[in-house]
């Protein structure tokens, strides 16, 4: 079974900086896409960014791109969030996520339910 465990959320000031990690145990997911998605209470699981297995490919929303960066490390079995000029609206608890069917990866990335395992997310706090 693959646990994943989201680290590094906190509460920052605007237009600071955060780095999120998600680090995968029980078995490897270098073969396995991976997200980031976000949620504040009351609203849908909103898509952040998404990599490929590899890490060559990766995927944005239109309101972090350009600020931030996905990564991952395979050989740590870790995925990372580098958020910066971090904005209020960014507030949100950050879950991490692998895809075990490339098919539904391929079909929809952006969508929470193409998705098989997730973290229980790590809170980011960002004040003005």
């Known amino acids: 079974q693959v646990q994943l465990v989201e680290s590094g959320g906190g509460s920052v000031q605007a237009g600071d900086s955060l780095r999120l990690a998600c680090t995968a145990s029980?078995?490897?997911?270098?073969?396995?896409?991976m997200a980031w998605f976000r949620q504040t209470p009351g609203k849908e699981r909103e898509f952040v960014a998404a990599?490929?297995?590899?890490?060559?490919?990766?995927y944005y929303a239109d309101s972090v791109k350009g600020r931030f960066t996905i990564a991952r490390d395979n050989s740590k079995n870790t995925m990372y969030l580098q958020m910066d000029s971090l904005k209020t609206e960014d507030t949100a608890v950050y879950l991490c996520?692998?895809?075990?069917?490339?098919?539904?990866?391929?079909?929809?990335?952006?969508?929470?339910?193409?998705?098989?395992?997730w973290g229980q997310g790590t809170q980011v706090t960002v004040s003005s």
């Open positions: 990599i490929s297995s590899t890490g060559h490919m990766t």
């Open positions: 996520a692998a895809n075990r069917d490339p098919r539904s990866y391929t079909a929809n990335k952006y969508d929470s339910s193409s998705y098989d395992y």
């Open positions: 029980g078995r490897t997911l270098r073969t396995n896409a």
